[in-house]
Nanobody, 119 residues
């Protein structure tokens, strides 16, 4: 089994920055992709960003392009989400996810970390 632990959420003002971290442990040898999703109250879960674990290639949701950056630290099995120019609409619980087989299928999820952007 894989365990994912996120950290780095918090309260920030509009225009501010936060960096989220997610560290994987357990059976991570077959990691194909890691990603970030978010869910705001009353809304569906939204894709934020993903990174191919071996190649390092990245892909972003339209709402965060140019503001958020996903990266990884391979040896530490950690993925980061640097969030800049934050907006109130970025307020959500952010979840880290790991996929073992493809870039669109996720097999493990973290517990989530709250990000709140005040106006």
């Amino acid at each position: 089994q894989v365990q994912l632990v996120e950290s780095g959420g918090g309260l920030v003002q509009t225009g501010g920055s936060l960096r989220l971290s997610c560290t994987a442990s357990g059976r991570t040898f077959s990691t194909y992709v890691m990603g970030w999703f978010r869910q705001a109250p009353g809304k569906e879960r939204e894709f934020v960003a993903r990174i191919n674990w071996s190649a390092g290639s990245t892909y972003y949701g339209d709402s965060v392009k140019g503001r958020f950056t996903i990266s990884r630290e391979y040896a530490k099995k950690t993925v980061y989400l640097q969030m800049n120019s934050l907006k109130p609409e970025d307020t959500a619980v952010y979840y880290c996810a790991l996929g073992a087989r493809s870039q669109s299928s996720y097999d493990a999820w973290g517990q989530g970390t709250q990000v709140t952007v005040s106006s």
